[in-house]
C-alpha cells in the first residue's frame, strides 16, 4: 500500500507561501525575490500563487499586511503614561521586530512601492495606534488633536527610517515623560 503525501490547500497553504515571502525578502531581498523562489520555500507551485496573487507586488503587500497586528486595547482604569507605553512598545515591534526588516527591506528596494508601504503601515499600525493614543486621552478626561496623537509613532517611525538602532525602553518612556505627557497634560489629560 502506497501512502501518499496529503496536500495543503487553503489557509495552512496560504500562511506557508505568505512565510515564504517574508524568509526570502529577508535572505535575497525584494529585488531579487521572484514567484519561483517564494514557491520553492513554500513547498508549493507557481500555479497555487497565481491562484491568489496577480503579481510579486500584491504577494508582498499582502504578507506585509499580515506580519502587522493592530495595538492592544487598553483596559479601563490604565493611567496614562502606561497605557501610553503599551501603545508606543507595540508600535516599536511592529517597526523593528525580526519580521519588521521584511519592511526596511522593501522600502529600501522597491522603487515604486514605498508610498504603498507607507500606507498599509498607517491603515494597519498607525491609525490604530493613534486612535488607541486619543481613546487612553479622552479616557483620561483630555482632548488631544491629531498633532498631538500622532507625535508619539512619528518620532519612533522617524527614527526607525533614519537609520537608528531600534528604540531602547528608555527611548520609548522619554518619548512619553518629554513629550506626549506634557502635550496632554496642556490639554488637560494628566
Known amino acids: 500500500m502506497t501512502v501518499t503525501a496529503s496536500r495543503r490547500r487553503g489557509e495552512e497553504l496560504r500562511r506557508a507561501i505568505l512565510d515564504a515571502v517574508v524568509e526570502q525578502l529577508g535572505t535575497v531581498g525584494y529585488a ?3 514567484t519561483n523562489k517564494v514557491a520553492a520555500a513554500a513547498g508549493t507551485g507557481k500555479a497555487a ?3 491568489r496573487w496577480r503579481n510579486k507586488e500584491e504577494l508582498v503587500r499582502d504578507a506585509l499586511r499580515d506580519l502587522l497586528s493592530e495595538p492592544p486595547e487598553i483596559p479601563d482604569g490604565t493611567p496614562l503614561r502606561d497605557g501610553l507605553l503599551v501603545l508606543l512598545r507595540h508600535f516599536d515591534r511592529a517597526l523593528n521586530d525580526s519580521r519588521g526588516t521584511a519592511f526596511q527591506t522593501v522600502a529600501a528596494e522597491a522603487a515604486d512601492g514605498t508610498g504603498e508601504l507607507r500606507s498599509l503601515f ?3 499600525v498607525t491609525r490604530p495606534c493613534e486612535e488607541r493614543i486619543a481613546d487612553l486621552v479622552r479616557a483620561h ?8 496623537v500622532s507625535a508619539g509613532p512619528a518620532l519612533l517611525f522617524y527614527h526607525c527610517f533614519a537609520g537608528g538602532p531600534r528604540s531602547t525602553d528608555a527611548q520609548i518612556q522619554a518619548v512619553v515623560d518629554d513629550v506626549l505627557l506634557p502635550l496632554f497634560r496642556e490639554g488637560g489629560a494628566a
Open 32 to 34: 531579487k525575490l521572484s
Open 49 to 51: 500563487l497565481y491562484r
Open 122 to 124: 498607517h491603515e494597519s
Open 141 to 148: 478626561g483630555g482632548t488631544a488633536g491629531a498633532s498631538a
